[in-house]
C-alpha cells in the first residue's frame, strides 16, 4: 500500500512545537484559562483572529488554522477592499496560520480567562503571506543579520483617553475628570496630577501589562486634555518590539473600557489639539554587543550620521505607511510636535529624527514622524531600511537643527495620503527591503480605501455647499 502523499498547504513549520509547548506549559499554569485567542495583524495593525476552546486545541497544532488569506488585507473600517481581485474575486481561499512561540501569552480582560498567540500565514514551502506586516519586518531584519548587527527598538506610543458618549457627528468628547466630575478642558503636559486623577486607569494598564509579559516602562500624560503616552523597554529583537506595541495598543483599550472611557489611536482626533505619535527609538549593537552609534563623544559616531542619513532618504517614500489615512496628515503642522521635514538634532524635539540626551553607551536615534495610528511592523521596517541604507551608503545627513524647526516644510515630503501612495511605490528600496509585493498590498488597499471614503458625503459639506 503507497504511503499517502503529504499535503503541501499543511506543511508543519519546526517552530510550532515549541509554540506547542510554550502554551501547554501556560494551560499547565493557569487552569482557570478557558479560550484562546489565535490572532494575525493586518496592513492596518489590527488583531483578527479565531477564539478557540481550550480543549479544541490539537488541530491547530496539528494541521495549522484554516483562514482565509484576505484577513491581511482589510481597510481601517474592516471591509475586504479586493486589492488585485484579491479575496472577493478569487472566491477568498483560505490559507494555514501557524502560532509564533514568543507570542504566546494569558490576556488581561474582564471576561473569561483567555490567552492568545500571534499567527503567520505560510504556504506549503514555509514562505509566509506577501501581504503579512510581520514578515516584512522579519525581511529587514535578515538585512541586518547578514552585516552581524542587531536593531535595539523601543517604541512610544501615544493615544487619547476619550468619553464614550460622542459630541455632535460622532466627534470625540474629552474625558470626564474622575475627581471632579467635569469635562477635562486644560493642557498638563507631564502633569502628575493627571496621573494621579487616572489613577484607575494606569493601575489597570500597569496590571494588563504584567499579565499579558509587556515590559512597559513608563506613562506620562501628554500635550492635550486625556492625552497620555506609553513607554516600552528596547529590546534587542525589532520582531517582539513590534509585537509588544501592537499589543499595547489591546491593553490601552482594555483599560480604557474597564474604567468607564474609550481610547483612540487617531492620528489627530481634535482640530486645534496635539496628534498623537508613534516614536520609534533605535541602535544598532555589532557582534561584541557594542553600540556602533558610541564613539565615545557628545555627538555619536560616523554610524550614526549615516544611520540618519539613509533615514532621511526613504522618508519620502515611507509616509504613507507613516500616516495611514487622510486623517494622519490632519497631524503635521507648526508647534504641534510633528515633524514637517526630515531635518536631525541633537536633544530637539521639534525635528523629525532627533537623538535624545543619553549616556554614550544607550547612543539612539527617536524617529518622530510615524502617527498611533500606523503599524508598528511597517513603521519598524522603513526606519530600520533607512537606516541600514544609510550605513551602506554612507549617506550624510547634513548639518543638524539649532532651535525650532518646525515651521520649515520639506517640500520633498508629501502631505497627502495620495501623493504618498504614489512616492511609495515609485520608492524601489522600500520594496527591496520590506518586499515589493507587500508594498503593493499595502498601497493598493490603501488606496481603495481612500476611494470608498470619499464618497462619502460630509456633514460639513451638507452645511457649506447644500
Request: hydrophobic share 40%; charged share 20%; aromatic share 8%.
Amino acid at each position: 500500500m503507497n504511503k499517502p502523499t503529504p499535503n503541501p498547504a499543511f506543511a508543519r513549520p519546526q517552530f510550532v512545537e515549541d509554540a506547542k509547548a510554550r502554551l501547554d506549559a501556560l494551560l499547565g499554569a493557569h487552569p482557570e484559562i478557558e479560550a484562546v485567542d489565535a490572532v494575525l495583524a493586518d496592513l492596518c495593525g489590527t488583531l483578527r483572529g479565531k477564539r478557540l476552546p481550550r480543549g479544541g486545541m490539537a488541530q491547530l497544532f496539528d494541521s495549522g488554522m484554516q483562514i482565509p488569506q484576505s484577513i491581511y488585507m482589510m481597510d481601517a473600517s474592516g471591509e475586504m477592499v479586493n486589492p488585485f481581485g484579491r479575496g472577493i474575486g478569487d472566491g477568498d481561499p483560505d490559507g494555514t496560520a501557524w502560532p509564533i512561540p514568543e507570542t504566546v501569552a494569558r490576556v488581561w480582560s474582564e471576561g473569561p480567562p483567555r490567552a492568545q498567540m500571534l499567527m503567520t500565514l505560510r504556504d506549503g514551502e514555509g514562505r509566509a503571506h506577501p501581504a503579512e506586516p510581520r514578515a516584512a519586518l522579519s525581511r529587514v531584519l535578515e538585512r541586518f543579520a547578514a552585516l552581524k548587527l542587531t536593531p535595539v527598538a523601543a517604541l512610544e506610543l501615544e493615544f487619547y483617553l476619550i468619553d464614550r458618549v460622542r459630541g455632535e457627528g460622532g466627534a470625540p468628547l474629552p474625558p470626564i475628570d474622575p475627581a471632579s466630575g467635569k469635562r477635562e478642558s486644560q493642557n498638563s503636559v507631564y502633569g502628575m496630577d493627571d496621573l494621579d486623577r487616572y489613577r484607575g486607569f494606569l493601575a489597570a494598564l500597569g496590571e494588563a501589562a504584567a499579565v499579558q509579559a509587556l515590559p512597559l516602562s513608563a506613562t506620562s500624560s501628554e500635550y492635550a486634555p486625556g492625552q497620555f503616552e506609553a513607554n516600552l523597554r528596547h529590546q534587542d529583537n525589532a520582531l517582539i518590539a513590534a509585537d509588544h506595541c501592537v499589543f499595547l495598543k489591546q491593553i490601552v483599550k482594555a483599560a480604557a473600557r474597564a474604567n468607564g472611557y474609550d481610547a483612540t489611536f487617531m492620528a489627530k482626533p481634535y482640530p486645534g489639539r496635539a496628534g498623537t505619535g508613534l516614536h520609534v527609538h533605535v541602535s544598532v549593537l555589532d557582534e561584541r554587543g557594542r553600540n556602533i552609534f558610541d564613539d565615545g563623544t557628545a555627538a555619536g559616531s560616523e554610524a550614526l550620521r549615516h544611520a540618519i542619513g539613509g533615514m532621511q532618504a526613504l522618508m519620502p517614500g515611507s509616509m504613507a505607511l507613516f500616516a495611514p489615512s487622510l486623517n494622519s496628515y490632519r497631524r503635521f503642522q507648526p508647534d504641534m510636535f510633528a515633524p514637517v521635514n526630515r531635518r536631525w538634532g541633537i536633544n530637539n524635539r521639534s525635528a523629525g529624527l532627533r537623538v535624545p540626551m543619553s549616556v554614550e553607551a544607550a547612543r539612539r536615534v527617536e524617529h518622530r514622524v510615524a502617527g498611533a495610528d500606523a503599524n508598528p511592523y511597517l513603521t519598524l521596517a522603513a526606519v530600520l531600511a533607512g537606516l541600514h541604507l544609510g550605513l551602506m551608503k554612507k549617506i550624510d545627513p547634513g548639518p543638524p537643527a539649532q532651535g525650532n524647526v518646525s515651521r520649515e516644510p520639506d517640500l520633498a515630503l508629501p502631505f497627502s495620503l495620495e501623493a504618498a501612495l504614489e512616492k511609495l511605490e515609485a520608492e524601489t528600496a522600500l520594496g527591496d527591503y520590506l518586499g515589493s509585493e507587500t508594498i503593493a498590498f499595502y498601497a493598493e488597499t490603501k488606496r481603495l480605501e481612500h476611494q470608498r471614503f470619499q464618497k462619502i458625503i460630509s456633514p460639513a459639506e451638507y452645511a457649506w455647499y447644500l
